[in-house]
């Protein structure tokens, strides 16, 4: 198993520019999630899903949107980048509610200039 | 809101114990979590403890879980080199949800 993969690994863009990160697992997992990462904070919750179809919104949703048409991929999009969305974004998933553990990806790093 | 603290760095010598100190605000959580997060990788889960537990053994690691202080530690006996990492300490915030804190950088000296 590959457990969960994101693409691409870094990205540059310029202010206002729009792009699509992916995130896919292969383990049949039922929840998804996407985290951003600054320097002294701790992970961010962005989005998530419970479920094929499903999205939520987590902490810091907004300039952020979200898909899961497939159980087994959740894509984070940004419509008009901004230098605030330089970031390290981590995808994640979770078996199901009662599972504990979370899978993370090997993270995408952002930058917005 | 809730939130989860830490502090960012610790440093210790090769051999040593490294103990990284959390503390949290959700009195309600239910489990608390310890990931570890190498250089350039994702984060993987260390351990955890459920909440009406006082400690947790596996191996070269100890949680500790003071819920009256609602503090949690994590102690790794015989530091080495391949716990250079940074820890996170997490709280369950709800059925779906975890409450991180930044992260404390663990530093390995010879």
């Known amino acids: 198993n590959a457990g969960v993969t994101q693409t691409p690994k870094f990205r540059v863009l310029k202010t206002g ?3 699509t990160l992916l995130c896919a ?3 049949n997992h039922e929840y998804m999630y996407w985290y951003r990462q600054d320097p ?3 992970l961010r919750l962005i989005h998530y899903s419970v479920g094929e179809g499903t999205t939520a919104k987590g902490e810091v949703p907004d300039g952020y949107n979200v898909s899961r048409l497939k159980k087994q991929n959740f894509l984070l999009g940004l419509e008009s980048a901004a230098p605030s969305q330089t970031s390290v974004y981590f995808c994640a998933s979770k078996e199901s509610l009662a599972a504990n553990e979370q899978f993370f990806g090997p993270g995408t790093r952002l930058t917005v200039l | 809101g809730e939130d989860v603290e830490q502090s ?3 440093s210790v010598r090769e051999g040593d114990s490294s103990v990284i100190n959390c503390t949290y605000t959700d009195s309600s959580s239910t489990y608390l ?3 570890k997060q190498e250089p350039g990788a994702g984060l993987q889960l260390l351990t955890y ?3 009406n537990m006082d400690m ?3 191996q070269r690691l100890t949680v500790l879980l003071n819920k009256k202080d609602k ?7 015989d530091t080495q080199t391949g716990d250079s990492a940074i820890y996170f300490c997490a709280e369950s915030w709800s059925n779906y949800q975890l409450i991180w804190g930044a992260g404390t950088k663990l530093i390995i000296k010879p």
Do not use: N, T
């Not at chain 2, 503090?71 to 006996?77: E, F, G, N, P, T």
């Open chain 1, 17 to 19: 520019q729009s792009m």
């Open chain 1, 25 to 27: 697992q292969d383990m």
């Open chain 1, 40 to 42: 002294g904070m701790g």
């Open chain 2, 8 to 10: 960012l760095f610790l």
């Open chain 2, 33 to 35: 979590y310890w990931y």
């Open chain 2, 49 to 51: 403890i459920f909440s």
């Open chain 2, 56 to 58: 947790k053994q596996d």
């Open chain 2, 71 to 77: 503090h949690l530690s994590l102690r790794i006996a």
